[in-house]
């Protein structure tokens, strides 16, 4: 049976939005979020609401989905939004229904997915999230807006991604992409803490590949407040690549739970690079479908180093590849073509 919440008329919010920010509001935009009443997604939500994500003019219509068993917390969850009294948001959609879910949505962050459970091969796993990104790909293909931007953060975030985009007819492919913003955010904060900087100041380091133990953190350009920085070779291969790749699972045996909070800040850092674009002389890191650039084959959803204007990345292009980063990125290139092969029959 149907299960969805619409609260709140969008005329009552716009007026009220309007009476607490002034005239200068755009039209809202819908925002759709998977999984919603997980630990990432609940992370995330309130936050989104705020105007952290698309800025404090931005009104926002806030679709949570997740499955049917999922939906009495869902609505305690959409009740909290209420209780917020969020001026930018002017509609919440609590729903098991991915027709309603995916209605004229722009926005997707889609966390949902099937965790890998005990003694379950990664094959597997690949298997039984294809069926559930396959449906959403029909879903959003059918009812979301023509313009609408995907990040997969749900693991296997690049495959599933890639499972998602082939079922797309009627929406461009670059507007689907998966998250590696973590790891880079991961990497920018391992870099800082080495050198003795603040974050921020970290610029030009990217990942490349799969969100996996393969992904390659690549600090060949590095600046640290505008001026080239190199750090120990001996501490970049046996400390600093190692500690970016296996973070998520040192997580784990910390929390007993994954990362859910920088989950879900690095899925808004995405979305919010894409719209507003990076800075001047950086790039950032986002797993999109290949052209084929650094030899990565064509249509493989692989993580590049990007520059973003205008709501449109490109690809950095040119930068050195020594052999040391060579072969790690053939390692990750193997294990995301290993992976497309392994759910190639959803992909006829």
Request: hydrophobic letters at 40%; glycine letters at 8%.
């Amino acid at each position: 049976m149907q299960k969805y919440l619409q609260k709140a008329l969008t005329n009552q919010f716009t007026r009220a939005s309007i009476a607490h920010f002034g005239q200068s509001l755009k039209p809202p935009v819908r925002v759709a979020i998977t999984g919603a009443a997980g630990q990432i997604g609940y992370s995330l939500i309130f936050r989104v609401a705020s105007g952290e994500m698309l800025g404090p003019n931005q009104p926002i219509i806030l679709h949570l989905i997740d499955l049917p068993f999922a939906m009495t917390a869902l609505n305690g969850v959409a009740m909290e939004i209420q209780d917020c009294a969020f001026p930018l948001v002017q509609g919440i959609v609590a729903t098991d229904n991915q027709t309603v879910g995916f209605k004229d949505v722009n926005y997707a962050l889609l966390v949902g997915a099937k965790p890998r459970g005990p003694g379950m091969e990664r094959g597997d796993l690949l298997k039984d999230n294809g069926k559930i990104f396959t449906e959403t790909g029909k879903y959003i293909n059918d009812h979301a807006s023509r313009d609408i931007k995907v990040v997969v953060v749900g693991n296997p975030c690049n495959t599933n991604c890639l499972i998602l985009a082939n079922q797309i007819k009627d929406i461009p492919k670059e507007n689907f992409t998966a998250m590696t913003r973590l790891d880079h955010n991961r990497a920018q904060y391992q870099l800082a803490d080495k050198l003795g900087v603040h974050s921020s100041d970290i610029r030009k380091i990217a990942i490349f590949g799969n969100h996996s133990p393969t992904m390659v953190p690549y600090i060949d350009q590095m600046t640290a407040k505008n001026h080239k920085a190199t750090v120990d070779q001996q501490w970049v291969t046996q400390t600093f690549i190692p500690s970016v790749q296996q973070r998520g699972a040192e997580i784990i045996k910390a929390r007993k739970l994954s990362s859910a909070a920088s989950a879900g800040n690095a899925a808004m850092n995405h979305i919010t690079t894409w719209v507003n674009g990076t800075p001047e002389g950086d790039y950032t890191s986002m797993a999109i479908p290949s052209d084929g650039s650094y030899g990565v084959p064509k249509g493989l959803i692989f993580s590049f180093p990007v520059t973003v204007k205008n709501g449109k990345y490109s690809i950095v292009q040119g930068l050195p590849i020594s052999p040391f980063y060579q072969g790690l990125l053939d390692k990750t290139i193997k294990e995301l073509v290993d992976e497309r092969n392994a759910v190639d029959h959803l992909l006829k």
